[in-house]
């Protein structure tokens, strides 16, 4: 430990306390990277985490520092460290704080060299463009672009780059003119550690559809057992007076049971019954 | 349910439907009537539209049909 | 329909549907009998399984409804 | 539909269906019984399986429900 | 079901389904009354409209029926 | 249906249900438990299999829905 | 499902589904809790609306009544 804390100089050495107080204060820290936000996006990202999370931008030296300092479990974070990571504090639980993250994600313009996250399709149709040096372009870049009607169109709907290729500069040039941003901008997730737990990124993905569907289920079971099992509640007194009602009623059709408010369903019965034989009848 | 048969034979026939006509009805089936359940019948009946009840009947076969 | 009930009242005693029990049971009824009609279902029931063609409808009628 | 349900009542709870079980059941509610709507109910369950005729769904519901 | 059935006696006869009622016709049908059940079926039933729920059954039918 | 979901929640993990562990599943939550609501509960469940009520669509809620 | 069940009942009981309550209903059914499961409930529930779920239940029973 006291290798570490020997050489650093004053700013850094403040640095590194204020992450060990952070990570003592929070129940959450975890590991973000913010690898191509815009200055302009990451202080509105700030602004919406502010009050339930506290994002703490430094180097990644300062990081490892600060955890190999504090030792044990929690060092286990510098295993995770890549490329700009920065670093979250919440009290929140790291699903809510996944999914607020997640949140917080953005389409944006793409940069010459970057990577496709997903398919890139530009739909046919008219575009905004006064006929010019813009088809030309477009028609460069593999786009079916044509003049009609004093009009720049896209003659047909084509993937112009595949998910996983490198978007070259006459393509990012073309694509941020048809104002399609195909490039997921946000605080990713690397790793968050809490309450002494790691929690990587693929288990903190909650499908909410599943959850819904199960509650669906859930409420739908309590309810059949309540009927089924005659266990009348407020919810379920109702079903269960139409389900007694329903059975007797069957009873006495079955049984001929002549009583009054089930006399005209035996008739209903004895007449598709009359229908069914006089149907043969009127064949043979 | 032949109680209600003899009710539908002399409705259909136009006659009115008692204790009576039921019961000979039945008897001429050779069925040892239980006067009660004719009585029951008789009493069920009372205030009942049967030609209603017979068309509604229809209405539940059309509905019925598809399935069939 | 008369002839029809007047069949399945005899079927529903569990007694042979013939051409006797068939116009004692409409003639009980004031009904006047046409003997043709009556030679004519009880020919046309022949080998006819009313208890089949009954619960067929009854089917057809239980895949329609709810409770089934 | 009180005679079906004290039949009901008796059957769910094990017992057997006679006129005095049914009148008694009927009696406790406070309800003037009538002897020969016991008797025709007591009639028309002979021979009846209640477990299945409950299970069976009354098609005719079908036609009847648009009155109810 | 027997406790539904001895209120839906209740009710269909004009009476109050109370705790006494109820356990009085089930006792009627020899019945061991679990004190319990009764109490959590009254404390079920109020603010239910049993004629509410008995329509409805009914209608429940017809809407199914052409569904199938 | 809270006292539903207790014995749902006991039955899922592979739990009897008594009464005694119901009453501690609902006090968990903060309920305050109703004695005879849960002597009820478990008077029903008696000789109940519950994984087939549970799976068992009750049909009578067709009748409920709109209520509910 | 357990899980669920425990968040229903908090629910139905107008108690709010917090960790704290969600494990102390699980555990006082003798289950061993697992923290994660718990903490990805609460955050899943945030985004879900479980008065949704239950009415949804409602309609889903109507719907699967007919085949049932």
Redesign the interface.
């Given at each position: 430990m006291a290798l570490y804390t020997a050489h650093l100089p004053q700013w850094k050495r403040d640095e590194v306390e204020e992450i060990k107080r952070h990570a003592e204060e929070y129940k959450l820290v975890g590991l973000v990277d913010f690898q191509g936000i815009p200055a302009s996006q990451m202080q509105q990202m700030r602004r919406n985490l502010r009050g339930s999370a506290v994002l703490k931008m430094t180097r990644n030296t300062l990081i490892e520092h600060a955890f190999a300092e504090m030792g044990g479990e929690i060092e286990g974070i510098n295993n995770h460290i890549e490329g700009h990571s920065a670093l979250i504090f919440t009290n929140e639980?790291?699903?809510?704080l996944?999914?607020k993250l997640q949140e917080t994600m953005t389409k944006m313009a793409a940069k010459p060299g970057e990577v496709s996250p997903e398919d890139i399709t530009v739909p046919k149709g008219p575009t905004s463009f006064p006929p010019g040096p813009i088809v030309g372009q477009l028609q460069q870049a593999g786009i079916p672009a044509a003049i009609t009607g004093g009009k720049v169109v896209i003659r047909e709907t084509k993937t112009v780059v595949k998910e996983g290729e490198v978007i070259n500069a006459k393509m990012a040039d073309v694509l941020s003119k048809l104002d399609i941003k195909p490039i997921d901008v946000g605080l990713s997730l690397q790793i968050a550690f809490y309450?002494g737990?790691f929690?990587e990124p693929k288990?903190?993905a909650?499908?909410?559809t599943e959850?819904?569907n199960?509650?669906?289920?859930?409420?739908?079971?309590?309810?059949?057992?309540?009927?089924?099992?005659?266990?009348?509640?407020?919810?379920?007194?109702?079903?269960?007076?139409?389900?007694?009602?329903?059975?007797?009623?069957?009873?006495?059709?079955?049984?001929?049971?002549?009583?009054?408010?089930?006399?005209?369903?035996?008739?209903?019965?004895?007449?598709?019954?009359?229908?069914?034989?006089?149907a043969?009848?009127?064949?043979? | 349910m032949e109680y209600i048969y003899a009710a539908l034979i002399l409705h259909n026939a136009g006659k009115d439907v008692t204790e009576e006509a039921v019961t000979s009805v039945l008897s001429a089936a050779g069925i040892a009537v239980n006067d009660s359940r004719v009585k029951a019948l008789i009493a069920a009946l009372d205030g009942v539209d049967i030609e209603d009840a017979i068309a509604k009947s229809a209405v539940a076969a059309v509905a019925a049909a598809p399935a069939a």
């Open positions: 639980n790291p699903f809510r996944y999914k309450e737990t929690f288990t903190l909650i499908d909410e959850y819904f199960n509650l669906v289920l859930a409420a739908q079971q309590a309810f059949n057992l309540s009927v089924n099992a005659v266990i009348p509640t407020a919810t379920t007194a109702g079903a269960i007076i139409g389900k007694a009602v329903r059975e007797a009623r069957n009873l006495g059709v079955e049984a001929a049971i002549y009583e009054k408010d089930i006399v005209e369903l035996i008739i209903g019965r004895t007449q598709r019954e009359s229908l069914a034989v006089k043969i009848v009127e064949e043979n | -």
